[in-house]
């Protein structure tokens, strides 16, 4: 790999700028006093280091909702999300009652959706986080895998991790007949229809939101769950686990662009219902006595270690690519990669430092290369953070405009929306690190290497085990987490890097600041 490496050179621009109100009044002094209500704000552009890392096996059996299906990327090509889920039963030791019948088996994984109304005043819903609009093979198969959810080679004081490249693992354990398969699966916006009786006892038709609602095998979980009723194996939490270990999820790409969806599958609303009816004596209204169907469920919910597991490799250009240094910056979610910033050395750092200036902003500007985005959507936030220490940024932390409510719209000072120029048509993220940059140059503190990745909630900032990576990254900051908000969107994208032969659009670092001795 080539790296771009050292601040190799500077340029100092003199300008008159007006800079975001959250910012004005953000100066540090640096040598020097400070200043009232200063003028002549300068900006220097400083030449950084920045490199793309493939994630070859990343962690995803965390509380993070997963995607399942096959996505066509235009720049990353396809890739397929398949999901393997513990199951946990609603009631252990369950009893039905005498002469029950099974009537149905039903699946439901709701969507992330919207409502709105027509013209007409009728709901209408739009999805959302579903990718594509082509359908993919979606096959479900019991699994005899057993998840752990403590790790035996850290004598179980660990939580167990599993990865997304064990889908081939996974596999060696599933049973040969499937117990629901769809050739060509398509997410649809239709709403749920329920049709029952109110509490007159009258029809009554009922909607939800849409969802991933399907019938299951009714003749598995007749063996699987009815006939098994009074065993020891639905007896206890422990011994269900270990005797129905799990569901597998694969979806399988067909002849189309596919589409790939977001699925909370710990949401209230997701899991198995198993539909059965009887007969049981009552008393009508005239006191006789005549047998009536009753109606009746047993939920089955999905565990809590659910695992995401991605197929699919970049095309060779784009392999290529990534080893070959810092031209373009290619940040891709799923299995993914994440890009690697190097700001200063202990040189630099020592000549900023005996200067006279107050910083007002410090940003990073990320262009989207669109010569090589073939039409590629632009994915919704960037993320950057702490890759040395595995922490967020402190300006990730004073963003006043944090909102957990509405993620994409949270802390935009620190992580702008995309933004696009009417008039060039292109189109920039800006990455705010002025309090970062200030403490490296008051506090005596090294220059860390600094992760950017795109995210679908930059409100989560948790991150997850990486297990393999490349290419290896030069010392001994190996990337051993990335964020976990990275691997719940299929979306990507390419910007022009630090090595990028494009002056105007090449990554820099920005400093805007005042020279006190001026």
């Known amino acids: 790999m080539n790296l771009y490496r050292g601040i190799l050179k500077i340029t100092t621009v003199f300008v008159v700028?007006?800079?975001l109100a959250s910012c004005d009044d953000d100066f540090s002094n640096i040598g020097g006093e400070i200043i009232e209500n200063p003028s002549g704000v300068q900006l220097r552009e400083y030449d950084i280091n920045a490199y793309t890392v493939d994630l070859k096996s990343?962690?995803?059996n965390t509380p993070n909702p997963k995607l399942l299906g096959v996505?066509?990327?235009?720049?990353?090509g396809e890739k397929s999300a398949s999901v393997l889920s513990q199951l946990r039963l609603g009631t252990t030791s369950p009893e039905f009652p005498e002469g029950a019948i099974l009537d149905s088996v039903v699946l439901n994984l709701p969507y992330f959706s919207r409502e709105d109304v027509d013209?007409?005043?009728d709901p209408i819903f739009e999805l959302d986080s579903v990718y594509g609009d082509?359908?993919?093979?979606?096959?479900?198969?019991?699994?005899?895998?057993?998840l752990n959810d403590l790790d035996p080679s850290e004598d179980f004081e660990r939580a167990q991790r599993y990865y997304s490249d064990q889908q081939s693992l996974f596999e060696q354990f599933l049973t040969e007949d499937s117990i629901y398969v769809n050739e060509n699966f398509v997410p649809s916006t239709d709403r749920i229809r329920f049709i029952g009786e109110n509490d007159e006892g009258e029809a009554d038709t009922t909607y939800s939101a849409p969802a991933l609602r399907v019938h299951l095998n009714r003749n598995y979980f007749q063996q699987k769950i009815v006939d098994m009723e009074g065993s020891a194996e639905l007896s206890s939490a422990s011994n269900f686990y270990d005797y129905f270990r799990g569901l597998m999820f694969k979806a399988e790409p067909i002849a189309n662009e596919g589409s790939m969806a977001l699925f909370n599958f710990t949401g209230a609303d997701a899991g198995i219902n198993i539909y059965y009816s009887y007969l049981q004596e009552t008393t009508d209204d005239d006191g006789e006595t005549v047998e009536e169907t009753f109606v009746d469920?047993?939920?089955?919910?999905?565990?809590?270690?659910?695992?995401?597991t991605f197929e699919g490799e970049y095309p060779e250009q784009i392999q290529q690519n990534i080893a070959s240094g810092s031209e373009n910056l290619y940040l891709d979610g799923g299995e993914g990669t994440l890009g690697v910033v190097e700001l200063f050395d202990q040189e630099d750092l020592a000549d900023l430092r005996s200067q006279n200036i107050l910083i007002n902003e410090a940003n990073l500007e990320l262009y989207l290369n669109t010569d090589l985005m073939n039409g590629a959507n632009a994915p919704s936030r960037l993320y950057l953070y702490d890759l040395s220490n595995n922490a967020v940024l402190i300006d990730y932390s004073l963003d006043p405009s944090a909102n957990q409510n509405d993620p994409l719209n949270s802390r935009t000072i620190f992580s702008s929306l995309p933004e696009t120029d009417e008039s060039t048509g292109e189109t920039k993220y800006t990455l705010r690190l002025t309090q970062h940059v200030i403490n490296l140059l008051e506090n005596d503190s090294t220059g860390v290497r600094l992760g950017v990745s795109v995210t679908s909630n930059i409100q989560q900032t948790t991150n997850v085990a990486v297990r393999e990576s490349m290419p290896d990254i030069p010392g001994e900051d190996d990337v051993e987490v990335a964020p976990a908000a990275s691997?719940?969107?299929?979306?990507?994208?390419?910007?022009?890097?630090?090595g990028s032969s494009n002056e105007n659009r090449r990554l820099k670092l920005?400093?805007?600041?005042?020279?006190?001795?001026?």
């Open 17 to 19: 700028i007006f800079l």
């Open 58 to 60: 990343i962690q995803t």
């Open 71 to 76: 996505y066509n990327h235009p720049v990353f």
């Open 119 to 121: 013209d007409n005043g």
């Open 134 to 146: 082509g359908g993919f093979r979606l096959s479900i198969r019991e699994s005899r895998y057993f």
């Open 297 to 308: 469920s047993l939920g089955i919910d999905f565990g809590a270690n659910i695992v995401n």
């Open 487 to 498: 691997t719940i969107t299929p979306e990507g994208a390419v910007f022009y890097g630090s």
């Open 510 to 518: 920005r400093v805007y600041y005042t020279d006190t001795d001026l």
